[in-house]
């Protein structure tokens, strides 16, 4: 059993940036590939990015491409989402996600686990 906390949520104005990081129970956590998704109201829930067990490798969506940067410390068990350039468009609730023995999936149904959520709002 994992259990994942979200934080660093909150509002800022476009161009800006948040940091988000999401910490794990347990003492399992290097065997989770890890993901990042988000949810704005009235649309599903999509893929942000994802991070391999040990951290070597990396996906992203194309429209998060070169300004979001996901990264993890399993020494801490948590994974970051580091957000820049924000847009308007990026406002949504952010959930982080841990996939058993995976080295990250862009597809939410294969995760485990979820966190809570964390709102992130972008001002124009």
């Known amino acids: 059993q994992v259990q994942l906390v979200e934080s660093g949520g ?16 347990g003492r399992t956590f290097s065997r989770y590939g890890m993901g990042w998704f988000r949810q704005a109201p009235g649309n ?25 940067t996901i990264s993890r410390d399993n020494a801490k068990n948590t994974v ?10 990026d406002t949504a609730v ?3 996600a841990a996939d058993f023995w995976s ?3 862009s597809r939410w ?11 992130v709002t972008v001002s124009s």
Do not use: H
């Not at 599903?44 to 979001?68: C, L, M, N, P």
């Not at 149904?109 to 709102?119: A, I, S, V």
């Open 10 to 25: 909150g509002l800022v104005q476009a161009g800006g940036s948040l940091r988000l990081s999401c910490a794990a129970s």
């Open 44 to 68: 599903e829930r999509d893929f942000v990015a994802a991070i391999s067990r040990r951290g070597g490798r990396t996906y992203y969506a194309d429209s998060v491409k070169g300004r979001f």
């Open 80 to 89: 970051y989402l580091q957000m820049n350039s924000l847009k308007p468009e």
């Open 94 to 96: 952010y959930y982080c």
């Open 103 to 105: 080295d990250g999936s």
């Open 109 to 119: 149904g294969e995760y485990d686990y979820w966190g809570q959520g964390t709102q």
